[in-house]
């Protein structure tokens, strides 16, 4: 191609296609995550113009089955509906972590913890390709906010951000192979991450091999020679004349290596050669079936978070039922922004809790009127009280975890009225549940779920379903208490991430915080029992195994939870990280044996002074239970760990010396031939502990000027070889 025609290629034609150039087609991308949202009309967002599609339970829910098995199912009937409407590449999935409750788009991603997040990811992102349709993983890297989300500087060490905002995005990348990556907005520790060179190329594609297109979210580039310079490939939306000019004529001054532009155009081409070769003319896909696996989906991530006293399930003969609340009726079923779907068809529970039921069944819209609710509740054998939050969307953040006033009003007056009151919560994020839950006796979390959400919260309601959806996310009692509280979301510019690694429950477990309810929490209508706890070594990593009972009456399915902590270590860890999980069928009264692979590479942190992932020797705890705060069998094993010696210099302090056995060695060596050459002072430092810890914070060439002529330049490099 001619170099005015590589420049046409990397940005797009219009909002939602890649540019025809020469011999290479227009393909057409289009928002996800959890539906296609293809556009019928006209440019730009057009959110309220779409072609109906199946609006799947958008990844707030989904995260919450704790099943990558129905999460690739998702993912393949996702592929499916792209190809009936001839979409090449998905906008998905959104994999950032959620770092702080407050996140406007915490609905679009699955969890406050990486490996959990990245193991979602994973089979999301395979299902989807296993139709020969492209994923787009994004915000890469850092867009845990909304506010400023175009220009602030998130502020991080390199610590934090390869183990907590990296970690998943290198997981999918590696296992999953992603047709495309997508670039946040956001600057990262100065840099927009659109032109962040050591991101994109030096990790993404050096450290990690990924070799699809990098594209760039849409409006994200505000240098189009700088972009492709630091590795980006495709500027979205285009047409971008004026970026394509600018890009030929940096080549052809010299300024831009022309190896740069013809490798990103050469991308963009094989992306599209690709689709084309996979797109299926005439495809089609089962509305009703995959409608079926919505509400599946949504009743898997549905998570009972109080039962007193087994009010749930109901009855399907109970006498009369109050159903309170608009929710029910307009029922809340995504979040707002780019992903807003348009639904094939939409269940709500008002309809679905009366099909189910037999007793009579009464509906109160509530909100504006909590005493004719709650008169109506008095009445009533049981009433259901539907309540949620109501400002989850792209562009904004929450500004608290409350519900509505109205909303809390109304469960209180319920509550009052009727001792028997289940509250189902709608919401996108977590919300405080204090302190009118105390007053309630059964509370169902909800969240957003998609089209078939009414129907799989009467399944729930009923124990059609036996609820098994765990948080993915802490629940504090009040928002002061989060780890994120005082580091968002930043000023002048800038969000500084001052909790570090101690995101969500690493920093609730590691203050020994109270929660409302902890990450991996959840309830069932049966119970569990733990036995048999075996670790073993494979391969560098664990091999986990357990025996779990349903010692219940009930069919229902465990999410059975495995983390690790170290008893010491050279650096700050948390007290307990997931790193393997299972969600698993077990019928009343019967036993599983779970299986559970703990890679090695997960078992790392980032070594900062190493400068690569290093597992530490020593014994780990392995601890498997139902959260992270409900741990039901240990077990220790040791691991032999990588070789992390870190090369002695003169700036290593004496302390250090002597931690290593061959710098002790050399070190008490060359004290030694000091005092018998006169400078005694220094001979003290082995023999004396009290010397030994004054001197321990000192650097060896400070300590070295204390010797005057005694310790010589010979001695100090005899030393250093004789360590190192």
Known sequence: MEIEEQAALTSGADFWHTRAVADVPAVMVTDGPHGVRKQVVGEGLGLLASEPSTCFPPAVAMGSTWDPELVRRVGAALGQECLAMDVAVLLGPGINLKRTPLGGRNFEYFSEDPILTGVLATEWVAGLQSKGVGASLKHFAMNS?????????????????REMYLRAFQRVVQRARPWTVMCSYNRINGVYASQHRWLLTDVLRGEWGYEGVLVSDWGAVVDRVEAVRAGLDLT?????DAGDRDLAAAVRAGSLPAAALQTAASRVESLVRRAVAAATPGATYDADAHHALAREAASRGIVLLKNDGGLLPLAAGEPSIAVIGEQARSPRYQGGGSSLINPTRLDNALDEITAHATGTVRFAAGYDDPEAAAALARESSVAIVFAGSEEETEGSDRTSLELPAAHRALIEKVAAANPRTVVVLSNGAVIRTGPWDAAVPALVEGWLLGQAGGGAIADVLFGVVNPSGRLTETIPVKLADHPSYLDF????????????????????????QEVAYPFGFGLSYTTFEYSGLSVSTVDGGLEVRVSVANTGSRDGREVVQVYTSIGS??????PRELKAFASVPIAAGESAEVVLTVDAGDLAYWDVELGRWVVEAGDYTVAVGASSRDIRTTATVALAGDDER??????????????????????????TAMA??????????????AML??????????????????????I????????N
């Not at 979205?236 to 971008?240: A, E, L, Q, V, Y």
């Not at 930043?490 to 020994?512: L, M, P, S």
């Not at 018998?676 to 502990?689: C, L």
């Not at 100090?716 to 360590?723: G, I, Q, S, V």
């Open 646 to 671: 870190r090369a002695l210099t003169v700036d290593s302090t004496i302390g250090e010396w002597f931690a290593d056995p061959r710098g002790a060695q050399a070190l008490a060596e060359a004290f």
């Open 145 to 161: 906010q909304e506010t400023d989300r175009m220009r602030v500087s998130a502020d991080v060490d390199e610590r934090t951000l």
């Open 569 to 574: 270590s050279r650096v700050r860890r948390a």
């Open 676 to 689: 018998a050459a006169g400078g005694g002072a220094m001979a003290q430092t082995v023999a004396d502990p």
């Open 693 to 714: 810890s004054l001197m321990a914070s000192m650097p060896l060439d400070r300590v070295v000027a204390f010797a005057g002529d005694a310790f010589t330049p010979e």
């Open 236 to 240: 979205m939306p285009g047409p971008d």
């Open 489 to 512: 979301p930043g000023e002048q510019g800038h969000v500084r991430y001052g909790e570090g690694i101690h995101v969500g429950y690493r920093g609730f477990d590691a203050r020994e």
């Open 716 to 723: 100090l490099a005899d030393l250093l070889k004789a360590a």
